[in-house]
């Protein structure tokens, strides 16, 4: 069965770091595009970083550019979202999605429950 | 501000057929294909509609996706109770160099 399990959600100060993971089951991370999508308490979905299958590159919104990097292990298959400088507006939901069509990031038909990040003092 | 751009709300009496409207951009709906997703209270979203037209295996032919220009449609027929939801677009978006979602549409079955 294919599974997606996020970890790593906490309670963390401004200004502080924390790396998420998403652990797959059931099929090889790399051949398949990654994504990590946050939900903030009663907001829509926002897009945050993927990567491709096919070469491995990697895209992050604007909105994390420079403090977040997604990368994946494959050893693991496991994917990563380092998140650093964190601010209050980075409190949300984060899941782990993947994309069986391809290279298409954005057809996420793969999701995990996600994990939860609070970012206050 | 989402860069894809969805009505709040919309509402709908069962067995009626209701659509939902995502616009955008020529950087993003008008160069790729559309996806919808489904999303219930404190749930992960689920994939409904893929490259504008295609749905998942699991997901009934009420689901229909278009697309014309610079905006795309979801739409349910034979509405019914359970299909209340938010439910959001999204594709890529060129000038981003990233996933656009819309802002979302929350369903209400009357």
């Known amino acids: 069965e294919v599974q997606l399990v996020e970890s790593g959600g906490d309670l963390v100060q401004p200004g502080g770091s924390l790396r998420l993971s998403c652990a797959a089951s059931g099929f090889n991370i790399s051949n398949y595009a990654m994504s990590w999508v946050r939900q903030a308490p009663g907001k829509g979905l926002e897009w945050v970083a993927g990567?491709?299958?096919?070469?491995?590159?990697?895209f992050h919104a604007d909105s994390v550019k420079g403090r977040f990097t997604i990368s994946r292990d494959s050893s693991k298959n496991t994917l990563f979202l380092q998140m650093n400088s964190l601010r209050a507006e980075d409190t949300a939901v984060y899941y782990c999605?993947?994309?069986?069509?391809?290279?298409?990031?954005?057809?996420?038909?793969?999701w995990g429950k996600g994990t939860t990040v609070i970012v206050s003092s | 501000q989402s860069v894809l751009t969805q009505p709040p709300s919309a509402s709908g009496t069962p067995g009626q057929r209701v659509t939902f409207s995502c616009s955008g951009s020529?950087?993003?709906?008008?160069?790729?294909?559309v996806n919808w997703f489904q999303q219930f209270p404190g749930m992960a979203p689920k994939l409904l509609i893929h490259?504008?037209?295609q749905r998942p295996s699991g997901v009934p032919d009420r689901f229909s996706g278009s697309k014309s220009g610079t905006s795309a449609s979801l739409a349910i027929s034979g509405l019914q109770s359970e299909d209340e939801a938010d439910y959001y677009c999204a594709t890529w978006d060129d000038r981003l160099r990233g996933v656009a979602f819309g802002g979302g549409t929350k369903l209400t079955v009357l």
């Open positions: 990567v491709r299958a096919s070469d491995g590159i990697d």
């Open positions: 020529n950087s993003n709906i008008g160069m790729f294909t």
């Open positions: 490259h504008t037209y």
């Open positions: 999605a993947e994309s069986t069509y391809g290279n298409y990031i954005e057809s996420m038909d793969v």
